[in-house]
């Protein structure tokens, strides 16, 4: 107990003592669980907000679909057949309530002017038992003409109560306006839906024009569980050989899931930001602690000289980044919920005011892991060699010396290079290890820059190739608009990326100058200028970078080729591309370190002589 | 006749929780061309900070620093980085040699600053390292090396351009006592050199070894005694151990 009271005391101290790095690492590790974060609630959302239209009108928990192609209609005896398999399902043992068959048709209409193909479904004036639209305006189907139009098709338009639509030729007056859980909403999905009585049916269908018809049943179970396996166990066979149809079963959870595409969109692309986050988090953080140990070992070992053991050593380092962790995933879980309503907002597939879905345990649970991960993966290792380390070697020194010379550093000396290259070049090779750890904390900023150049090669190729067809459908302009925040998203995403990649290479700049900081104060009581020793740290500090870019180019390549698929072309960049990464990249990278050198180099140099 | 070092009313304040600390505080003091000067006093008088000052290591709150005629104490960090590489040569308790340089690297880069071909420099330092018994350790990175061979490796660093002026800050305070014999017979022969040293120490032995001994106390400079024929030694080595006691 007391152990831990005092791991607890010099873990707090730590954090009130160095504010600076415990902030760093915190806002690294809050971009990350946010992003996560946000991409859980997202579709928490979209799939809330479907509940609550599934809940009101009574959704099905299983829906069947039968529909061809009005110019390749299957023989009699099929659709005599489907239909009587469809029919029989609404008395199947488990179903508790059905609705349907009902019959739709696709043809095409003109909705407040402009020509569009439309599902026409027949149905009841009566309420359906199942998935009966819920209106929000006007009123229900009766024996006259009226229609009702689905809502985002209606506010799309901007179709009101009493307009006319027009469909196979007839004019057909708007009497309500209806929201539904088992089709999209209009414009994310097409062709939009209109509902009408038999009558007005069987006219629509005698004017001729049909391109397709369907038919469906809607079945609420006894049990929502059941769903998978009702499914599996009515599966109809496939079509044979010749003839054209289909036919199929959906659960109530594929209609929720299939309901908005575009929040699902989000949230890949959100966890895809979310996941890098946290991979650039672990090389901050790595750094951040690794530098942390190397300035700390003479407290280390003052704390094992008085009695701590190393593992209480390393609990001090993990207890102090833990909390850290827990507040990050505290603000993480609390950003992703203020901000999933403004972000689902921007979806056209929700009905009504989107709702971030309350914090599970789940989502919590996850959210956490992912901050402790980082926090582990980053800290562990520097922190058990720092512990494990001699105890009176740790009270002799300040930074790891190395351990050997490098004949190669004695090489640099003779190809006539200027002095501070020369002493940056064996700073560089006779620290290898240290040229290693930069590089790994650089070289996923390298693959960030990378995924960024590729993502905006291939979002402008998937923009410039969209067909005139799909620009011209009713609502394009709004699914365009909807695909341009989709971009946003993802172009906001990389450039948190590249931020925090510049942010993990500026503490990587200012650790290593903090660390070279008294070897350059060494430099200028002999006489080497602030310019000098700048220059010496540039370069010792390139050859981590140059291998950050050799490790960082395949490596973004590798990253954005296993997150592309239809829609995401595999990276398209041409080489020039790629060389001019490997040579800007290291020199931004220089100009990023030299800031730091040469604050180090301005200051007098006793302070620097004895930093610890 | 002008000193080699002369300071005139130089300060180092550093604030404090209520009035600034007077660290030096109007220290008037000239150094003679190949003199050899020694400052003690109590811990925290300042006798580090005088040194730095002198050497342009820390910039004074107060007063002048002239070294060779030169005044010093508002030079720029890079002219400062000049005038020490070929003019300073600087021995620290602590050694601070470039851990990342072997021992004879360490020793040749002033004169490879100062624009000595790669190979003079070399031989230059191989000579230093020689005289001072630590050649067979030339190429050795300074963790391997002991104490005492280090202070030698610094102290050849700080010669290897023949600066007027050597300044030396508790050289001997991580030395055994027969490191320090060996310490101070290489400070005699920068007196035949005619080189000039400053020389901060607690040790009353090393003390002792100089023409002149500045006390300090608070900052300020209560006593200059020469010690070549002025005091009897016996007699200032007891009023160091009065201090220490």
């Known amino acids: 107990m007391r152990a831990f009271a005092l791991i607890a005391r010099l873990a707090w101290r730590n954090l009130r003592h160095r504010p600076g790095q415990a902030v760093m690492l915190l806002l690294a590790l809050c971009l990350a669980t946010t992003t996560l974060s946000l991409a859980l609630a997202v579709n928490g959302a979209g799939d809330r907000s479907w509940e609550r239209v599934w809940r009101d009108t009574n959704g099905p928990h299983v829906q069947s679909f039968f529909g061809y192609g009005a110019e390749r209609t299957p023989s009699d005896a099929t659709l005599a057949k489907v239909r009587a398999d469809l029919a029989a399902l609404t008395t199947a043992p488990g179903v508790v309530a059905a609705s349907g068959p009902w019959d739709a048709m696709v043809t095409t209409g003109e909705v407040a002017g402009d020509r569009m193909d439309v599902e026409v479904l027949v149905r009841d004036p009566a ?46 007056p708007v009497r309500g306006v209806a929201m539904t859980s088992t089709t999209g909403r209009f414009p994310m999905y097409q062709p939009g839906r209109i509902w009408v009585n038999q009558p007005t049916g069987e006219r629509i269908q005698a004017g001729g024009g049909v391109e397709a018809f369907a038919s469906s049943v809607e079945l609420r179970l006894a049990q929502p569980g059941d769903a998978a396996a009702f499914v599996a166990a009515h599966a109809p066979p496939p079509p044979r050989r010749g003839e054209f149809f289909y036919v199929g079963l959906s659960t109530w959870e594929q209609l929720r899931d299939g309901s908005h595409d575009d929040l699902s969109a989000f949230a890949i692309a959100l966890v895809g930001i979310g996941v890098l986050l946290g991979l650039l988090t672990i090389a901050t953080a790595a750094v951040l602690v690794a530098s942390r140990m190397a300035a700390q070992i003479r407290q280390v070992g003052t704390l094992k000289a008085i009695g701590v053991t190393p593992g209480q050593v390393t609990m001090v380092l993990l207890a102090e980044y833990l909390t850290v962790a827990g507040l990050a ?13 403004m972000l689902a907002g921007v979806s056209l597939s929700l009905y009504g005011s989107p709702q971030a879905p309350p914090v599970t345990w789940e989502r919590a649970a996850l959210v956490v892991a992912v901050a402790v991960a980082v926090v582990l993966l980053a800290t562990v290792r520097p922190a058990l060699r720092g512990a494990r380390r001699s105890t009176l070697r740790s009270l002799a020194t300040s930074a790891r010396p190395p351990r050997r010379s490098s004949r190669v550093g004695g090489l640099a000396s003779r190809l006539g290079l200027p002095l501070p290259v020369v002493l940056g070049l064996r700073s560089a090779l006779r620290r290898p290890g240290r040229v290693l750890a930069n590089a790994a904390g650089l070289t996923l900023g390298v693959a960030m820059v990378v995924i960024g150049l590729g993502l905006d090669r291939s979002v402008h190729i998937f923009m410039t190739e969209q067909t005139p067809d ?18 946003a998203v993802v172009y906001a995403g990389a450039g948190l990326l590249l931020a925090l990649a510049a942010v993990n290479a500026v503490v990587v700049a200012v650790f290593a100058a903090r660390d070279s900081a008294r070897n350059h104060a060494i430099l200028r009581t002999v006489g080497a200028t602030p310019r000098q020793t700048m220059v010496a740290f540039v370069v010792a500090q390139l050859g981590g970078c140059l291998l950050a870019c050799a490790a960082g180019i395949p490596l973004g390549v590798l990253l954005f080729n296993l997150v592309a698929d239809d829609d995401l072309a595999p990276i398209r960049l041409t080489f020039g591309t790629y060389a001019a990464v490997a040579v800007i990249v290291p020199l931004v990278y220089a100009a990023i370190v030299a800031v730091p050198a040469r604050l180090f180099g301005s200051r007098p140099v006793t302070p620097s002589l004895s930093y610890q | 006749m002008s000193g080699i070092i002369e300071t005139a009313g130089l300060s180092r304040f550093y604030p404090g929780d ?29 006798k580090s900070t005088l040194l730095h000052l002198v050497g342009g290591l820390e910039r004074p709150t107060a007063g002048t620093v002239t070294i060779a005629g030169q005044r010093v104490d508002g030079l720029s960090e890079a002219a400062w980085a000049r005038l020490r590489r070929r003019s300073v040569g600087f021995v620290f308790q602590a050694f601070h040699l470039v851990d990342e340089l072997s021992a004879v690297e360490n020793v040749e880069l002033p004169a490879l600053l100062v624009g000595t071909s790669r190979r003079a420099a070399r031989r230059r330092a191989m000579e230093l390292l020689e005289r001072l018994g630590v050649a067979d350790r030339a190429t050795h990175l300074p963790d391997r090396l002991s104490g ?5 490796v610094a102290l050849a660093r700080a010669l290897v351009n023949e600066p007027v002026l050597v300044l030396a800050d508790e050289p001997t305070g991580n030395l055994d006592s027969h490191a320090t014999g060996e310490i101070l017979r290489l400070f005699a022969g920068l007196r035949e050199a005619r080189q000039t040293l400053l020389l901060v120490t607690h040790d009353p032995r090393v003390a002792a070894s100089a023409d002149r001994l500045l006390t300090m106390r608070d900052g300020q400079i209560v006593e200059d005694t020469r010690l070549d024929g002025g005091l009897p030694r016996q007699a200032v080595l007891a009023q160091i151990a009065g201090w220490e006691a």
Do not use: N, Y
């Open chain 2, 18 to 46: 209520g009035a600034p600390v007077r660290a030096v505080d109007g220290v008037d003091m000239s150094v003679a061309e190949g003199e050899s000067v020694s400052v003690m006093g109590p811990s925290g008088c300042g």
């Open chain 1, 127 to 172: 309420p359906a038992a199942v998935g009966q639209p819920l209106l929000t305006e006007g009123q229900w189907l009766d024996g006259g003409d009226g229609v009702v139009l689905e809502e985002g098709l209606a506010s799309t338009m901007r179709v009101r109560l009493g307009d006319t639509v027009t469909v196979a030729g007839q004019a057909l």
């Open chain 1, 329 to 341: 995933a505290a603000v993480g879980l609390a950003a992703g919920q203020m901000l999933t309503p």
């Open chain 1, 470 to 487: 799909e620009v011209e459908a009713p609502g394009a302009e709004i699914v365009a608009e909807v695909v341009d925040r989709l971009v």
């Open chain 2, 148 to 152: 005492g061979q280090q202070q030698r």
